[in-house]
């Protein structure tokens, strides 16, 4: 079975602190995703990789970074976080047109 | 403009019952089309794909069908139960040469199963 786990199911951080938001994957995908998930808003691409060092934008990139030096590890970089981050954060990997597979999420909370 | 709409928004049904939920898009061109159920709290759970040659396909007793010209697609859950209960999210893939951020999402219908 595929698995994609990710750092922290629940978390809670201050306006201004720097968070980091790791994703792993076991299946040797070569694509993988952050995506943040709001009410009413549905699901919306934050970054992706497509291979190690490389990343493309998505639709929301502002105010986040995103780093992946190793094949298995994505990960998801609030440089500075702010109320408005406060979202659930999910993680997916892929292999080439092939579905995407979710991690568990992360609930972000910004105070 | 590429999108995905979603209806109802919200549903609520008896447990054994069955339900239909829909999913129109105006995504060109066309790869495929996933639903994907996500209980509350947990990441999505992909329920089945369909390119553009399939009509119907099958997972248990969630069925769903995919007409290309019209460009809709629905989940018809059959004798539902209280697990069912979760939201269900259509997503529909832009064909593309490689990479793999080409994923337009509805937002989703929110399915309640009660006793």
């Known amino acids: 079975d595929v698995k994609v786990t990710q750092s922290s199911r629940y978390l809670v951080k201050r306006t201004g602190e720097k968070v980091f938001l790791e994703c792993v994957q076991d299946m040797d995908h070569e694509n993988m995703f952050w995506y943040r998930q709001d009410p009413g808003l549905g699901l919306r691409l934050i970054y992706f990789?497509?291979?190690?060092?490389?990343?493309e934008k998505g639709d929301i990139p502002e105010g986040y970074s995103v780093s992946r030096e190793k094949k298995e590890r994505f990960s998801l970089i609030l440089e500075s976080a702010s109320t408005n981050q406060t979202s659930m954060y999910l993680c997916?990997?892929?292999?080439?047109?092939?579905?995407?597979?979710f991690g568990p999420g992360t609930r972000l909370t910004v105070t | 403009k590429n999108q995905v709409e979603q209806s109802p928004q919200s549903l609520i049904i008896l447990e054994g019952k069955n339900c239909t939920l829909q999913c129109n898009y105006t995504v060109s061109p066309f790869s495929n089309l996933r639903w994907y159920k996500q209980d509350t709290g947990r990441g999505p759970v992909s329920l089945t794909i369909m390119t553009f040659s399939e009509n119907t396909k099958s997972n248990g007793r969630y069925t769903a069908t995919l007409d290309a010209d019209t460009k809709q697609s629905s989940l018809h859950i059959t004798a539902s139960q209280l697990s069912d209960s979760a939201s269900y999210i259509c997503v529909v893939s832009l064909h593309y040469g490689g990479s793999q951020g080409n994923l337009i999402f509805g937002k989703g219908t929110k399915l309640s199963v009660k006793p």
């Open positions: 990789s497509y291979d190690v060092k490389m990343k």
């Open positions: 997916a990997s892929s292999s080439a047109r092939v579905e995407q597979y």
